[in-house]
């Protein structure tokens, strides 16, 4: 067995040396991207908790979008369930710079705009935000990475993020009385992806 692996292990990193020789350059006008999030050492390694895809406006510029959509219904009969519904978008700008054969430095910003909203259905009568976690939020998010590109068509990426968020909550509705709510918060963030990104270009 050691030698049959012996044996195996030129040729693949021979395989190896070839593909990445023959991978494609730093993107260019019009590629698109799709990505998703992997930490190989994780309980559950590859996760695909957000939509990422960008299109190159050129070799180095980029449009950028990250999206979350989710639905929840928890149903305890026919005429009692609640619902909740939460959405969230980052239109975004890269420029991409300092790149070198097939690693490039990028950095940008994003606009994240997120709303989350609940819905208590009990019989005929319908509530809404009762929770006290709905809001509108907006933001913007200052944002810097680096893309390998290590094999045709494939890459690999890290980025971090800076940023300031403001978050509004909702007005509840209770049985078709209106309750104001003024609660709000203005905060600073800053992250950095605990992920790989891993994308396809095409």
Do not use: C
Request: glycine share 6%.
């Amino acid at each position: 067995m050691k030698k049959i692996l012996i044996a195996v292990i030129p040729f693949f990193l021979m395989f190896f040396t070839v593909q990445t020789a023959d991978a494609q350059s730093l993107p260019e006008s019009g590629d698109k991207t799709f990505e998703i999030t992997t930490s190989p050492f994780s309980a559950s390694p590859i996760s695909f908790n957000e939509l990422r895809l960008r299109t190159f406006q050129s070799e180095d510029r980029a449009l950028r979008l990250r999206g979350l959509i989710e639905y929840a219904r928890d149903r305890f009969n026919e005429d009692n369930y609640d619902t909740e519904f939460f959405i969230s978008l980052a239109p975004g700008m890269e420029w991409h710079s300092a790149q070198h054969e097939r690693i490039s430095l990028y950095y940008g910003a994003e606009l994240p705009i997120s709303y989350r909203t609940t819905r208590e259905h009990r019989d005929n009568v319908t509530n809404k935000n009762v929770s006290g976690g709905e809001f509108f939020g907006l933001g913007l998010n200052a944002i810097a990475g680096v893309d390998l590109h290590f094999l045709n068509s494939f890459y690999a990426g890290v980025e971090v993020r800076y940023g300031i968020q403001y978050r509004s909550g909702l007005d509840a509705e209770v049985s078709g009385e209106t309750l104001q709510n003024d609660s709000s918060d203005f905060t600073f963030t800053n992250s950095a992806i605990p992920r790989f990104r891993l994308g396809v270009k095409f």
